[in-house]
Each structure stands twice: as C-alpha cells, then as structure tokens.
C-alpha cells in the first residue's frame, strides 16, 4: 500500500524568505511520481511540481524546486523567495504504477507567509 | 490548452434529495477522469476514475454513482443524500496511456446536506 505522511500541520515563513515543506512516503513499487499540490482558499488544487522515481535530477519549477532523497524516501518541497500569496494548503501526493489511478494524498501543511 | 470545468461551484441540500455534479474537460481528447472528495481538513479521497465512454471504477462503496455519458464529460449523483456526503467534491483529468501521468484539477463544489 502507499502512503504520504506530512508532519508540519502548518508552517510560516518570512516574505522573500525559503521554505522547505517536508513529505515522506511509503511504496513498494519501484516506479511511482510524486506531486505536490498547493490549494488557496478558493479550494481550487494547482500542480506545482512532479517528480519520477527514475528521474536523477531534482526537478525544478521557477521558484519551486523538489528535494528527492530516495533512499530515505523523502521528496521536499523547497520554495524559494516566498510572496504572500504563496500562502496556501499545500498537498503532497504519490502514484505507484499499481493502483496507478489513484492519487494518494497526505494530509497537507498550511503555509503563512508573513509580510 | 486543457481547461475543466465544475458545476454547480456550491450546492446545498436537504438530506434525501437527489445529487448531479457535472465536470467537462476541454482540449483534449479521450482523458482519464476523475472523481476525488476532501472532508474539512484533510487530504483527497478518490471516489471514482473512469478510463473511457461508459467505463466507470468505483473505490470507495457508498450512496453516490458517477457516469461518463460524453468522451469529455463526467457526472456526480446520487439518488438520495446523506449528511456524511457533505464535503468538497473535486474532479480532475490526466491524459490517458502513462501511468503516472498528471492530475488536473477543476475549481471543485462545495456541497453541504442539511
């Protein structure tokens, strides 16, 4: 089975500041993709960043970046200059390529950028 | 580019009565769809997917049933609403072939049973 644990219930963070929001997971498929979600108040889900277990690179996306650690199973997100309206949910999340159609969620950390 | 849509954007209902959710994806063809619920607080929970016209899988047994009528089209209901149904209902799209493709999210309703 998979799972995604997130432990920062909430996290703040000073404007212009870095951030770096933790995800663990738990698969034993050897492929699988990692995501990261970020939910504002208005509930909409926006992607921000994927990651592929095969993938050797960090993948990057402007100001978004994903710490993957594969042996301890670990997969980051690090955003960096952080501007008020970062503040948002933001959502880990895994496919495994069994059960590839479901999406598994954490349970999110709520990010307060600070002015 | 892809857009996908999701009406009604708040519903809200007395227990018993009937559900239609409606989701429409544009600027694709032949997309992986999907159904996901998220309760106040907490992570999504996928309650259908469907891989084509008619093709519906189900993950969670409960009141609610989901259609996919038009390639591009997907559909929430329920014949009779329970208070547990409340909650923000979510659809998303990926293109079909990869497995680990993408989900797409659509702006979501809220739905409260009273």
């Known amino acids: 089975a998979q799972k995604i644990t997130q432990t920062q219930p909430g996290m703040f963070v000073q404007e212009k500041e870095a951030v770096t929001l933790d995800c663990t997971y738990d698969?034993?498929?050897?492929?699988?993709?990692l995501f990261w979600y970020k939910q504002p108040s208005s509930g909409e889900m926006i992607f921000l960043i994927y990651q592929g277990s095969y993938d050797e690179q960090n993948a990057t996306e402007g100001r978004y970046s994903l710490n993957f650690q594969k042996a301890r199973k670990s997969a980051n997100l690090v955003i960096s200059a952080s501007q008020l309206g970062d503040s948002a949910m933001y959502f880990c999340?895994?496919?495994?390529?069994?059960?590839?159609?479901?999406?598994?969620f954490g349970t999110g950390t709520r990010l307060t950028v600070i002015p | 580019s892809q857009t996908i849509h999701q009406w009604p954007a708040t519903l809200v209902q007395p227990v018993g009565s009937p559900l239609s959710l409606e989701c429409t994806v544009e600027?694709?063809?032949?997309?992986?769809l999907y159904w996901y619920r998220q309760a106040a607080g907490r992570g999504l929970q996928l309650l259908f997917y469907s891989v084509g016209i008619g093709q519906i899988s189900s993950e969670v047994p409960q009141n609610l049933s989901a259609s996919r009528p038009q390639d591009r089209q997907f559909i929430l209901s329920s014949k009779k609403l329970l208070l547990s149904d409340s909650g923000f209902y979510l659809c998303?799209?990926?293109?079909?072939?990869?497995?680990?493709?993408?989900?797409?999210f659509g702006p979501g309703t809220r739905l409260l049973v009273l």
């Open positions: 998303a799209w990926s293109p079909s072939g990869g497995v680990l493709e993408t989900q797409y």
């Open positions: 698969t034993s498929d050897q492929s699988y993709g």
């Open positions: 600027g694709t063809s032949n997309p992986n």
């Open positions: 999340a895994m496919r495994a390529s069994r059960g590839a159609n479901n999406l598994f």
